[in-house]
Protein backbone atom coordinates (compact mmCIF):
# COMPACT_ATOMS: atom_id res chain seq x y z
CA UNK A 1 0.00 0.00 0.00
CA UNK A 2 1.56 3.12 -0.76
CA UNK A 3 0.54 6.55 1.66
CA UNK A 4 -0.30 9.46 0.71
CA UNK A 5 1.28 12.86 2.14
CA UNK A 6 -2.28 14.87 2.86
CA UNK A 7 -0.73 18.68 2.76
CA UNK A 8 -2.58 21.47 4.66
CA UNK A 9 -3.71 23.28 1.27
CA UNK A 10 -5.56 20.00 0.41
CA UNK A 11 -7.32 19.72 3.74
CA UNK A 12 -8.12 23.87 3.67
CA UNK A 13 -11.71 23.78 1.99
CA UNK A 14 -13.01 20.56 4.20
CA UNK A 15 -11.44 22.61 7.58
CA UNK A 16 -14.08 25.65 6.01
CA UNK A 17 -16.48 23.91 5.75
CA UNK A 18 -16.17 22.07 9.29
CA UNK A 19 -16.06 25.84 10.72
CA UNK A 20 -19.16 27.22 8.98
CA UNK A 21 -21.18 24.11 10.58
CA UNK A 22 -19.33 24.56 13.75
CA UNK A 23 -19.37 28.33 14.00
CA UNK A 24 -23.36 28.63 15.21
CA UNK A 25 -23.76 25.55 16.78
CA UNK A 26 -20.70 27.35 19.25
CA UNK A 27 -22.46 30.13 19.47
CA UNK A 28 -25.62 28.75 20.83
CA UNK A 29 -23.74 28.05 23.63
CA UNK A 30 -22.56 30.96 24.72
CA UNK A 31 -26.33 32.01 26.02
CA UNK A 32 -28.25 35.01 24.72
CA UNK A 33 -27.39 38.62 25.37
CA UNK A 34 -24.12 40.30 27.04
CA UNK A 35 -23.35 39.08 30.42
CA UNK A 36 -23.78 41.04 33.27
CA UNK A 37 -21.64 42.20 36.33
CA UNK A 38 -22.49 42.35 39.89
CA UNK A 39 -21.34 43.39 43.55
CA UNK A 40 -22.74 41.41 46.03
CA UNK A 41 -21.63 42.07 49.73
CA UNK A 42 -23.04 39.80 52.63
CA UNK A 43 -21.57 39.45 56.13
CA UNK A 44 -20.83 35.82 56.87
CA UNK A 45 -22.15 34.48 60.59
CA UNK A 46 -19.66 30.68 61.03
CA UNK A 47 -20.55 30.32 64.69
CA UNK A 48 -19.53 26.84 66.10
CA UNK A 49 -20.83 27.37 69.54
CA UNK A 50 -23.71 27.46 71.21
CA UNK A 51 -27.55 26.41 71.14
CA UNK A 52 -27.74 27.78 67.03
CA UNK A 53 -24.34 26.60 66.19
CA UNK A 54 -24.08 27.26 61.89
CA UNK A 55 -20.76 24.94 62.05
CA UNK A 56 -19.98 21.85 62.95
CA UNK A 57 -16.85 19.63 63.09
CA UNK A 58 -17.72 16.93 61.76
CA UNK A 59 -14.02 14.58 61.11
CA UNK A 60 -11.77 15.96 64.03
CA UNK A 61 -8.28 15.87 62.33
CA UNK A 62 -4.92 13.79 64.09
CA UNK A 63 -2.36 16.83 62.59
CA UNK A 64 -0.83 19.59 64.98
CA UNK A 65 -3.14 22.65 66.55
CA UNK A 66 -3.85 25.83 63.96
CA UNK A 67 -2.12 28.67 64.94
CA UNK A 68 -4.76 30.95 67.31
CA UNK A 69 -7.01 28.31 67.94
CA UNK A 70 -6.96 25.72 70.97
CA UNK A 71 -9.13 23.19 69.73
CA UNK A 72 -8.94 23.12 65.38
CA UNK A 73 -6.40 20.70 64.20
CA UNK A 74 -4.84 20.30 60.45
CA UNK A 75 -7.28 17.78 58.78
CA UNK A 76 -10.39 18.98 60.82
CA UNK A 77 -13.53 19.12 58.58
CA UNK A 78 -16.26 21.44 59.15
CA UNK A 79 -19.92 21.40 57.68
CA UNK A 80 -21.59 24.62 57.23
CA UNK A 81 -24.58 26.84 56.76
CA UNK A 82 -23.91 29.93 57.68
CA UNK A 83 -26.07 33.24 57.92
CA UNK A 84 -25.52 35.39 55.31
CA UNK A 85 -26.97 39.10 56.30
CA UNK A 86 -27.19 42.96 54.84
CA UNK A 87 -24.90 43.84 57.78
CA UNK A 88 -22.58 42.70 60.89
CA UNK A 89 -25.15 42.14 63.07
CA UNK A 90 -26.91 39.12 63.65
CA UNK A 91 -29.88 40.97 63.45
CA UNK A 92 -29.44 42.00 60.12
CA UNK A 93 -31.80 41.78 57.26
CA UNK A 94 -30.82 37.63 55.96
CA UNK A 95 -29.91 37.77 52.73
CA UNK A 96 -28.75 33.98 52.13
CA UNK A 97 -26.95 30.89 53.30
CA UNK A 98 -23.57 30.22 52.82
CA UNK A 99 -23.41 26.18 52.87
CA UNK A 100 -20.55 23.58 52.53
CA UNK A 101 -18.01 22.82 54.47
CA UNK A 102 -14.46 23.84 55.14
CA UNK A 103 -11.12 21.79 55.69
CA UNK A 104 -8.03 22.86 58.01
CA UNK A 105 -5.67 21.53 54.99
CA UNK A 106 -2.16 23.46 56.18
CA UNK A 107 -0.06 20.83 58.11
CA UNK A 108 2.74 24.10 59.90
CA UNK A 109 1.12 25.23 63.12
CA UNK A 110 1.75 29.01 62.38
CA UNK A 111 -0.39 28.72 59.31
CA UNK A 112 -4.39 28.17 59.52
CA UNK A 113 -4.87 27.63 56.24
CA UNK A 114 -8.41 26.01 55.06
CA UNK A 115 -9.64 24.74 52.33
CA UNK A 116 -13.01 26.24 51.54
CA UNK A 117 -15.80 24.37 49.37
CA UNK A 118 -18.77 26.38 49.60
CA UNK A 119 -22.14 27.91 47.57
CA UNK A 120 -23.84 31.15 48.73
CA UNK A 121 -27.51 30.73 48.29
CA UNK A 122 -29.65 34.21 47.63
CA UNK A 123 -33.03 33.95 49.30
CA UNK A 124 -33.41 38.30 49.02
CA UNK A 125 -33.58 40.69 46.53
CA UNK A 126 -33.66 40.44 42.81
CA UNK A 127 -31.18 37.54 42.84
CA UNK A 128 -33.05 35.01 45.17
CA UNK A 129 -33.63 31.38 44.40
CA UNK A 130 -29.62 32.02 42.52
CA UNK A 131 -26.16 30.44 44.24
CA UNK A 132 -22.85 31.08 43.45
CA UNK A 133 -20.11 28.14 43.89
CA UNK A 134 -17.10 29.61 45.39
CA UNK A 135 -13.99 26.88 46.48
CA UNK A 136 -10.22 27.75 47.19
CA UNK A 137 -7.62 28.33 49.91
CA UNK A 138 -7.97 30.90 52.31
CA UNK A 139 -5.05 31.66 54.82
CA UNK A 140 -7.29 32.95 57.30
CA UNK A 141 -5.18 35.34 59.15
CA UNK A 142 -4.11 37.43 55.51
CA UNK A 143 -6.32 40.91 56.06
CA UNK A 144 -8.11 40.41 52.41
CA UNK A 145 -8.28 36.82 50.77
CA UNK A 146 -9.19 35.36 47.21
CA UNK A 147 -11.43 32.81 46.46
CA UNK A 148 -12.86 32.04 43.06
CA UNK A 149 -16.20 31.94 41.86
CA UNK A 150 -16.11 28.62 39.32
CA UNK A 151 -19.79 28.23 38.44
CA UNK A 152 -23.59 29.50 39.79
CA UNK A 153 -27.11 28.55 39.06
CA UNK A 154 -30.76 30.61 38.50
CA UNK A 155 -29.11 34.18 37.65
CA UNK A 156 -25.43 33.22 38.16
CA UNK A 157 -25.82 30.33 35.83
CA UNK A 158 -21.90 29.86 33.79
CA UNK A 159 -20.96 32.40 36.97
CA UNK A 160 -17.31 33.49 36.82
CA UNK A 161 -15.69 35.94 39.17
CA UNK A 162 -14.09 36.30 43.05
CA UNK A 163 -14.73 36.73 46.39
CA UNK A 164 -12.57 39.28 48.28
CA UNK A 165 -13.08 38.15 52.10
CA UNK A 166 -12.55 39.70 55.33
CA UNK A 167 -12.73 39.11 58.78
CA UNK A 168 -14.53 41.53 60.99
CA UNK A 169 -14.52 39.11 63.82
CA UNK A 170 -12.90 36.36 65.48
CA UNK A 171 -13.37 35.25 68.65
CA UNK A 172 -12.19 31.62 69.40
CA UNK A 173 -14.10 29.21 66.62
CA UNK A 174 -17.28 31.86 65.69
CA UNK A 175 -16.03 34.67 63.09
CA UNK A 176 -17.94 37.06 61.25
CA UNK A 177 -16.92 37.67 57.35
CA UNK A 178 -17.16 40.31 55.13
CA UNK A 179 -17.41 39.06 51.43
CA UNK A 180 -17.35 41.30 48.88
CA UNK A 181 -18.26 39.07 45.60
CA UNK A 182 -17.70 40.23 41.86
CA UNK A 183 -19.01 37.98 39.44
CA UNK A 184 -20.28 38.27 35.83
CA UNK A 185 -22.91 36.00 34.27
Known amino acids: MARQLITFA ?6 MAMAVIVSPAASAFRGVGARESYH ?3 YMH ?33 VMDDT ?22 SSISG ?14 GPCSGSTLAVTGRDNVLAPVR ?19 MKTVNWHGND ?10 A
Not at 85 to 90: L, R, V
Not at 151 to 160: C, E
Not at 175 to 184: K, S
Open 175 to 184: VLLELDVYVH
Open 40 to 42: LRF
Open 10 to 15: ALAPLL
Open 111 to 124: DPTLHISMDLVVTS
Open 46 to 78: DFSNGPNASAIVVAHGTGPLLGGSKDRRFGDVV
Open 84 to 105: LTEGPNTTSRALGRAQGFYIAS
Open 146 to 164: ELPVVGGMGRFRMASGYVL
